[in-house]
């Protein structure tokens, strides 16, 4: 009978020193004397992203996106043969594939490729072989044999790919934090850690702004039902399970957490001439420039001329307003406005769906602390808030306290 | 009409630094400039392969040499884009590829494998659509998509193979000397930059120690009929041209060169029963464990047992000698001696052929210095001898002196 397939992923921070990779090792090993077929999906190696990118700012000013991948690619190249050599060492036979050896394919969007393809057989023949493998994470390889990369957080999402394309028993992120918790441990000390959150929940956490994992791989583990553990690299303990709502019992009405990501700056187009289209003709230049515009609001029409409001990271911030004066004189808006020195602080749970109260509760906590909002946007189960960033210490850990978490 | 192509290979030194990188890419652009097809192969920057190798030593005692492989090769995997980088910056359309990407197959000899075959196709596609082609050096890809390398002095060897694929009008080798000379510089100050040298006795240049150019690559050379121009990247200059005998109207019945590799050891297996096969099963232990038999002298056979010596590097010395002792027990001879602390010089030149006069001026030189000779060997354009390691210097500006060179 076939052996249950674990796949573990170990972030930068656990792989930085050789020490670190042979500490990575031995829990591999003990994974597979445990009793599982060990796929392990690892990042570059501590800052060696970094380190890369600083030598290609040095060769060139903008790096295209596509010889940027095949450097980048390189960290994952580096980490991944070193796990397999440190397994070897500690007697457990082992082998290391590139993206294209371990058939993760992907479409050719450079920097940001998604996976549209698994072919694990090679995987699968190593893994009968007695083999652990070792799959650099972060990679693929697009038509034409074009290297890629998935973006920021790829290797999670290389993991969960390969937990759902072999029918993971199981997909553990190990990580430098010891799980989900309903904040930031640094701004709130009494954050509690989460045993188990909801994808969607996990989802809206991730794109407000909590690091720990990201959006496309929760997307990913949700529409395959593959339960997430996400769990530290330095300490034992439980972690936190990222699952379908069904599979939680406890706290299913509630606020589960408060996120927040500092470097927000807003952009305001006034006075729009308000037509169809005039949104299209506001993001579409921002999305070819791949500026991610998030929050987004528009007051409502007067006189046929309207506002439109939305946020960008900090460092989006100068190129998007350069792109939106083009925009403005061409869909004949008044001006562009720019803001920058904001937060986004967010509360996430099911138990929003449907609850009017839980706004009312969040918007009295931040007012009582005198904290002003300047945006505010919801979905099903998130309400996130604009506010001056100088206060994003103070709105987390009101929000902490005012939702008993 | 397509236009000529012109290989270029840069080696790490050229490489070793942004400044370094940019630099080469001027050079590129001017031969583009200049009306060629540039492809151009790579070596890792500086001493990023050393630095590599510490990694794997750190956790691993002895590292499997298929996970070094595909260790090594993003050594290369970073220079490469980086140079295309530099090339973008210049304002000169380029790509880089990978081995697998540019087509380099080998067989799956790890650490040491052979190109086997090379489809230019992505090359040829990307020339014809106006681009520099950058490639990366010392590695290919065997089957199953294993990643392999080709061993020292492989990124010569690469360019050598797509210079002939390709049917280039040239292959400049860059590197960090002028050019082939008729002795080490360093050791006699004389010694004389050669304009011109043939396939034979580079390849008997290189294997007798000059480290200019590696063996395979000039085996390949001369299969395809490809002059090699080997030139300093730093500073302008003639270079040497290695080429077919023919194409050689200077000098052609002179010993054109003397070459010495210093870590020299000796090792005799002494009191060997004289019986067919007997070579084989000395030799043959030692190629399993990737340890060169140089220089291999065996004594007339005495009363039914003869003596068998040869050098190997200093390095492989107690590995082989703790081969040879078991070797020596299977097949009955009496003992094993070894000798460290040795070192060849030899000459090489065409018309050392049929001139017995050579081989005398070389040992008359050398007995002249007091020089000891331990062993000698001798093919058509090259006479080696090993003598103490302590008097190379000395021997080497001897035979400067005496072959007038």
């Known amino acids: 009978m076939p052996r249950p397939v674990l796949v573990q992923k170990f972030g930068g921070t656990s792989l930085g020193t050789p020490a670190g990779i042979t500490r990575v090792g031995r829990r591999i090993a003990a994974s ?16 060696s992203t970094d380190r890369l990118l600083t030598l290609a700012s040095r060769v060139a000013k903008e790096p295209a996106a596509r010889e940027l991948d095949l450097l980048l690619s390189t960290g994952e190249g580096v980490s991944a043969p070193l796990v397999s050599m440190a397994l070897h060492e500690l007697g457990v036979p082992a082998v290391s594939l590139l993206g294209f050896q ?47 990369t998935l973006g920021r957080g790829g290797s999670d999402t290389t993991a969960v790919a390969i937990a759902a394309a072999l029918k993971a028993r199981a997909c553990e992120i190990f990580t430098d934090v010891r799980g989900i918790y309903t904040a930031d441990p640094r701004f709130v000390p009494s954050a509690r850690l989460l045993r188990r959150i909801a994808y969607p929940e996990m989802l809206e956490l991730a794109s407000a702004g909590a690091r720990v994992m ?14 997430l553990h996400v769990r ?30 500092e470097h927000v700056a807003r952009l305001s187009v006034v006075g729009v001439p308000d037509r169809p289209g005039i949104a299209a003709a506001i993001f579409a230049p921002l999305a070819e420039a791949d500026i991610a515009a998030d ?17 960008v990271s900090s460092a989006d911030g ?7 004066q083009g925009v403005a004189r061409d869909i004949g808006a008044r001006t562009v406005l720019s803001q920058n020195g904001l937060a986004k602080v967010s509360v ?31 979905s099903e189960v998130r309400i996130t808030c604009i506010i001056d960033a100088d206060r994003v210490k103070d709105a987390v850990a009101a929000l902490h306290e005012a939702f008993k978490l």
């Open 32 to 47: 597979q004397r445990a009793g599982y077929d060990v796929v392990v999906v690892v990042s570059a190696m501590g800052d």
């Open 318 to 324: 100068p190129q998007a307003e350069r792109i939106l």
């Open 102 to 148: 371990a058939g993760i394919q992907t479409d050719r969007r450079h920097a940001k490729a998604r996976i549209v393809g698994l072919t694990p057989a090679r995987i699968e023949r190593e893994l009968a072989a007695g083999r652990v493998v070792v799959v650099a994470g972060f990679q693929g390889i697009g038509d034409e044999m074009e290297v890629t």
């Open 348 to 378: 996430v749970g099911s138990g929003i769906r449907g609850q009017p109260g839980v706004a009312a509760t969040m918007f009295r906590a931040l007012s009582e602390r005198r904290i002003n909002i300047e945006m505010i946007s919801t």
């Open 295 to 311: 929050v987004i609001v528009q007051t409502a029409s007067h006189e046929g001329v309207t506002d439109m409001s939305f946020t």
């Open 232 to 261: 530290s690299s330095f300490h034992a303990g439980p972690g936190t399970i990222i699952c379908s709502e069904e599979a939680i019992m406890e706290d299913r009405n509630r606020v589960r957490g408060v996120a927040h990501e």
């Open 214 to 227: 990201h959006p496309r791989a929760v997307e990913i583990a949700e529409a395959f039902s593959m339960e």
